[in-house]
């Protein structure tokens, strides 16, 4: 493997694009597309934004799903390779002494109303009490699919220090009603995902990632388990290869009614779904070898994928996400 890809995409991003055939155009698609620079564009988009959604592993070393808020410009981009955030907004579950210098964390930037998305992994270099500074690992913008558009408003009740609350795993999600309805009804989701063998490479630390789809598209089964069709995305293969790798995870959902969010930590397995042996070796040169028909890799359209989440542990933060659904 020569090191452009190596930088580009780890082991279990390999493995999964070799699984569906796709490993020979991602080798050629991760140089072009993966950046360690934010183009003019995108650092225009983040100062733009009144949310940031964050994936990180905390002081525990558990990895987390969250969201920072506030109005635009709480995001700052002095350089093409550095972000200056904010941090006095959140869940409730972010605060200064979550993370370190020189932690990794992953950045989504989401315009819902417009579908666009834009994602970074950085390295931490800098932190305060009023203000977070990163510097950009991998850069990359990603396809409005799955999207769902939404007009927000500021949440009247939200709180700087919500009431959190842990659901016992004893009772389930199928049996706590409040957190299955905020789960079934969702028509967006969040999942950071961690892998870091220790290796300093672009591609290692937490990565968060939007799943999108209709109202219902998360099923709670009988034994409180989260299932998740998995779409065809860009091919990228990030979640799905930090998973293989490290199956803890963080789910992040949010009632767009009521203002509360859902964070949980699960352990994730991925149904296939296509009889094949996890070894197989597919035949990459069938694929098309640009990034704009990815839509037509039929290898991979038609090997569904299904996400099986068991929660391991569950907090409900009242009054805890900023904005509204109009």
Same mark, same amino acid.
């Given at each position: 493997?020569? %090191? ?7 082991h279990? *991003? ?8 796709? *490993?020979?155009?991602? +080798? ?9 620079l934010?183009?003019?564009?995108h650092?225009?988009?983040? *100062? ?6 964050i994936? =990180?592993?905390?002081? /525990?070393?558990?990895?987390?799903a969250?969201?920072?808020f506030? !109005? ?6 002095? #350089? ?5 955030i904010?941090l006095q =907004? ?5 605060t ?14 989401l ?9 970074? %992994? ?8 009023k ?6 690992? /991998?850069s ?9 558009p939404?007009i ?14 842990e ?8 049996? !706590? ?7 079934? %009804?969702?028509?967006t989701?969040?999942? +950071? ?5 220790g ?7 937490? !990565? ?7 109202? @219902?598209?998360v $099923?709670?089964?009988?034994?409180g ?6 779409y065809?995305?860009?091919?990228f293969?990030?979640?799905?290869? %930090? ?12 009632d767009? /009614? ?16 296509d009889?094949? #042996?996890?070894? /197989? ?7 098309n070898?640009?990034?704009? !028909?990815?839509?037509?890799?039929k ?10 989440f068991?929660p391991?542990?569950? $907090?409900?933060?009242q009054? @805890?996400? +900023?904005?509204?659904?109009?």
């Amino acid at each position: 493997m020569n %090191n452009t890809v190596a930088n580009s995409w780890h082991h279990g *991003e390999l493995t999964a694009q070799k699984r569906v055939g796709t *490993e020979q155009r991602m +080798a050629e698609v991760g140089p072009k597309f993966i950046r360690e620079l934010m183009p003019q564009q995108h650092r225009d988009f983040f *100062e733009s934004l009144t949310m940031m959604f964050i994936g =990180y592993t905390n002081f /525990q070393s558990q990895t987390c799903a969250s969201v920072l808020f506030g !109005d635009p410009g709480f995001v700052s981009s002095p #350089d093409p390779s550095e972000l200056v955030i904010n941090l006095q =907004y959140s869940i409730g579950d972010f605060t200064n002494q979550s993370v370190n210098i020189g932690d990794r964390m992953g950045l989504l930037g989401l315009e819902f109303h417009s579908k666009r998305r834009n994602r970074i %992994n950085v390295i931490v270099t800098d932190i305060n009490q009023k203000n977070m500074t990163v510097k950009v690992l /991998q850069s990359f913008g990603n396809c409005p699919k799955y999207i769902q558009p939404k007009i927000w408003i500021f949440n009247p009740e939200y709180q700087r220090s919500p009431s959190i609350t842990e659901v016992a795993l004893s009772t389930k999600i199928s049996i !706590d009603k409040t957190i299955k309805q905020v789960i079934t %009804n969702a028509d967006t989701f969040f999942i +950071a995902s961690c892998f870091d063998d220790g290796k300093r490479l672009n591609n290692r630390g937490t !990565d968060i990632s939007h799943r999108g789809g209709d109202a @219902g598209f998360v $099923e709670v089964n009988e034994s409180g388990q989260l299932l998740v069709e998995d779409y065809y995305g860009n091919g990228f293969f990030n979640t799905i290869g %930090n998973l293989l790798l490290n199956p803890i995870a963080s789910l992040l959902f949010f009632d767009t /009614q009521l203002g509360h969010a859902i964070q949980l930590t699960v352990s994730a397995e991925i149904g296939w779904n296509d009889d094949q #042996d996890d070894d /197989q070796d597919y035949d990459a040169n069938k694929q098309n070898n640009s990034l704009n !028909d990815t839509k037509n890799d039929k290898s991979d359209v038609n090997q569904v994928r299904t996400l099986c989440f068991t929660p391991i542990k569950i $907090e409900h933060y009242q009054n @805890g996400f +900023a904005y509204l659904q109009k």
